[in-house]
C-alpha cells in the first residue's frame, strides 16, 4: 500500500493511507544503513500488519525537502501572524520569506485576528508584500471570515503552516479541519506571546490529497549558511531596481548611486522590507565575522 507521512515520535511513524486510517510503522533497518530518515510528508510504501500497524518498506522520490522545519514534499507555506494581541513582528515575517524564499516554496500571508486591527493596517500590509509578489490574506477566526479563500488555496496541496505562538494557527486549522482538533492556547497578558501548544511537527488531512502541516510556534529564524551578498536576491521586490545601481553586485547598503536606495527614498519600495533587510544583512555579516 501507499500512504503519507503524517507525524513521527519516537522510532514510530504514523502513515495516513490518503482515505481514512492511520497506520502506527516502524521503519526498516536499511533506512538506517542508507542514511535516509523518514520525514513529515514522506510518500511511502508500506505493509499492514494488522488494522493498526505496519512496516515502512519504501520511501518515494521527493520532489522537495526543507530544513527548518524538516518535512518532505511541501507545495507551499501558509505563514499567519495577527493584526494585534500579539502585534505582527514584521522582522519575523521578513525572516521567514527569506528561508522560504532560499527554499523555493511558495508563501501565502494570512493576516488574522482582523477583528483587531484596522483597515488602514490591512491596506498597508497588502500594499507591502503584494508589491513583493507574495498573496496577502485576511481573516478573522473568531468571525469565521475568510476561510473559504483559504480552503480554495489550500486544496490539492501540502502546506506548512507557520507563525509566532498566539495568532491564531490552531483555531484557524481547527476551522478548516475540525477532527485535527489542535491544542489553542490563551493569551499572557503580561508577555502578550502565546503559550506554545504545538510540540511537534504533524500532517492533517483536510480532504482529497490536501493536507497540513503544523509546525511548533517559533520566535527567532536564523538564515546561518547563507552568504551576506546573497540575501538581496531573496527580496524579489528588488529586482526590477538593481538596474539602476552603478556598481555590479551591489548589495545596496553603503554604496552610492543605487537604484534600490533611491526607491525606497522615493516611496517605491517599502522602507520596513528594506530596514528589516538592513538588518538581516548585518546580522549575516556578524556571523560571516566570527568565523574567522
Not at 511513524?13 to 502506527?24: I, P
Not at 508589491?131 to 496541496?157: C, D, I, M, P, T
Request: hydrophobic letters at 35%; one cysteine or more; proline letters at 5%.
Amino acid at each position: 500500500m501507499t500512504g503519507k507521512i503524517i507525524k513521527g515520535i519516537a522510532g514510530f511513524y504514523y502513515v495516513h493511507d490518503r482515505k481514512e486510517k492511520v497506520y502506527q510503522c516502524r521503519a526498516k533497518g536499511v533506512f538506517r544503513s542508507r542514511k535516509i530518515k523518514p520525514l513529515v510528508g514522506d510518500d511511502v510504501e508500506f505493509t499492514p500488519l494488522d488494522e493498526e500497524e505496519g512496516n515502512i518498506d519504501e520511501i518515494l522520490p521527493r520532489k522537495n525537502q526543507l530544513i527548518r522545519p524538516a518535512a518532505a514534499n511541501v507545495d507551499q507555506a501558509l505563514v499567519i501572524f495577527a493584526m494585534d494581541s500579539p502585534k505582527p513582528n514584521l522582522n519575523l515575517l521578513d525572516r521567514f520569506l527569506v528561508m522560504m524564499e532560499a527554499q523555493k516554496v511558495p508563501v501565502i500571508i494570512c493576516f488574522n485576528k482582523t477583528d483587531l486591527g484596522t483597515e488602514a493596517y490591512q491596506e498597508d500590509y497588502r500594499t507591502m508584500y503584494e508589491a513583493a509578489g507574495y498573496q496577502v490574506l485576511f481573516a478573522s477566526a473568531s468571525k469565521r471570515e475568510g476561510l473559504l479563500k483559504l480552503r480554495e488555496l489550500l486544496k490539492g496541496k501540502t502546506t506548512v503552516l507557520a507563525g509566532p505562538s498566539g495568532v491564531g494557527k490552531s483555531s484557524l486549522t481547527n476551522l478548516i479541519q475540525p477532527e485535527a482538533d489542535m491544542e489553542t492556547g490563551g493569551i499572557s497578558r503580561k508577555i502578550q506571546r502565546g503559550k506554545h501548544t504545538t510540540r511537534h511537527s504533524q500532517l492533517f488531512w483536510v480532504e482529497e490529497d490536501t493536507y497540513l502541516m503544523d509546525t511548533p510556534g517559533f520566535s527567532s529564524l536564523y538564515l546561518d549558511e547563507m552568504p551576506p551578498e546573497a540575501l538581496k536576491d531573496y527580496f524579489p521586490e528588488f529586482a526590477p531596481y538593481e538596474e539602476e545601481c552603478r556598481f555590479l553586485g551591489c548589495v545596496h547598503v553603503g554604496e552610492r548611486e543605487c537604484g534600490v536606495k533611491d526607491a525606497v527614498e522615493a516611496g517605491a519600495l517599502s522602507k520596513s522590507r528594506y530596514e528589516n533587510y538592513l538588518l538581516l544583512y548585518q546580522d549575516l555579516k556578524e556571523k560571516e565575522r566570527r568565523k574567522y
